[in-house]
């Protein structure tokens, strides 16, 4: 006598969860920007903030980039940027790479190493960055936004002000 056993039915997959789309802001060309005020703030997590606002759809303007500061010794900050402004083109300088000196390229440049800026997210993000020494008078009316994350937390005699490094380093 064989006896017949019962496969057990197979297991099915549960239906596959979809994703819900993508929140995604309607960006305005006249939309008022964020206006971010950059005095006493630590210059990578400044940037890290206004990288994220800047993914997120929202145009944002810096203003005092020369007040931004940089955490560590001045000899030591000074010296590795100056280590940086070494690098060039073997075969002729001017080929680049080009290596910014004023403050408000300096955190431009660092910005525009958080975003993914060879995709078109990123390219988009980048064209929506302004920043400027001091502050223009057409964004002095506006309200000025600081991150709280961001400021500084020991006495300015632990950092580098932007406006010293780009003087070391040959800004005006």
């Excluded at 064989?2 to 960006?27: E, L």
């Excluded at 006493?40 to 007040?67: D, Q």
């Excluded at 990123?122 to 064209?127: H, M, P, Q, V």
């Amino acid at each position: 006598m064989v006896s017949q056993q019962s496969k057990p039915a197979a297991k099915t997959k549960p239906a596959a969860k979809t994703k819900p789309a993508a929140k995604t802001k309607p960006v305005q060309k006249d939309s008022t920007p964020i206006v971010v005020d950059g005095t006493n703030h630590v210059a990578g997590r400044l940037s890290s903030n206004v990288a994220k606002l800047l993914l997120e759809g929202n145009r944002v303007t810096i203003i005092n980039s020369e007040r931004i500061m940089i955490s560590g010794e001045k000899s030591t900050v000074v010296g590795e940027y100056k280590q940086f402004l070494k690098i060039s083109s073997i075969l002729h300088p001017k080929h680049g790479p080009f290596h910014p000196r004023r403050p408000d390229t300096i955190i431009s440049r660092m910005i525009r190493g958080m975003l993914p800026r060879k995709k078109p997210s990123g390219i988009e993000a980048l064209k929506r960055l302004r920043a400027y020494v001091g502050a223009p008078k057409e964004l002095k009316s506006f309200k000025k936004v600081q991150f709280e994350k961001a400021i500084i937390r020991k006495s300015s005699a632990s950092y580098v002000s932007m406006s010293e490094l780009g003087k070391n380093v040959g800004w005006n």
